[in-house]
């Protein structure tokens, strides 16, 4: 449910731009009382869909904490997460993001339109992720902006523990997610607001329902791979 809330309120963002409602009446309109009004539901759905994946990941720390090499791993691990949270809250020097990724939606809230900018030839690129920058910068700052960047690596290990897990067992699986935050070039970009890791979020789920297509002939986990994929340019 998280990646097709992410997906819309993206949706939402870029049409609102569109006419010119990138301000903070129209989105406390659209992402405020609308919401609680029609998504209660929902909400509760993506609060049980997160207590899961973290009740999933402790319950393999149990089973972790007998191996030794696994409980140094872990470690390590838990302090690069918390070290790159602190990150998250630096002011944002890296370039693509002061030139594209955080640039654009700034100038989206400053007018309050989502146009392409001539010259800036990344306004012409799919900006997904950077309508949901849009979001944070217009309510926050930058620091929100690379906040979600980092939810969406977590996400990323998360849908990974969970695709592993059902060959694997859970200690191989939570292995395979520290494996993958721990690469340095993931979690280097993990407090920078890029779009990279909301792209390995969409692709590595897409692929995980579509082992589960292959494993099962199930044409609706096919279409989510297909949806996850389009998502994900």
Known sequence: FQAIGFFLISLLIFLAGVFGGINKIVFLGLFGVLPALFLRKEWLETYSETKYFIGKIFAARKSVCRNTILTVASILSFALLLLN????????TERDALKYHLKLPADY??????????ENFFSFFPQTTEML?????LFFNDNA?????????????????????????????????????????ASRISSWAYVDLALCFYT??????????????????????????????
Do not use: Q, W
């Open 109 to 118: 809230v400053k007018t309050g339109f989502v146009r392409p900018e001539p």
């Open 204 to 233: 590595i789920l897409a692929l995980r329902y579509f082992s589960l297509f292959v494993d099962k002939k199930d044409t609706g986990a096919l279409i989510i791979a297909g949806t996850m994929c389009g998502i994900a340019l």
């Open 85 to 92: 949270l602190i990150n998250c809250t630096l002011p944002p």
């Open 133 to 137: 920058y849009t979001f944070g910068l």
């Open 145 to 185: 902006a690379k906040l979600l960047h980092f939810y969406f690596g977590l996400l990323t290990a998360a849908v990974i523990f969970l695709m592993i897990k059902r060959f694997a067992g859970g200690t191989i699986a939570l292995l395979c997610a520290i494996a993958f935050y721990s690469v340095p070039v």
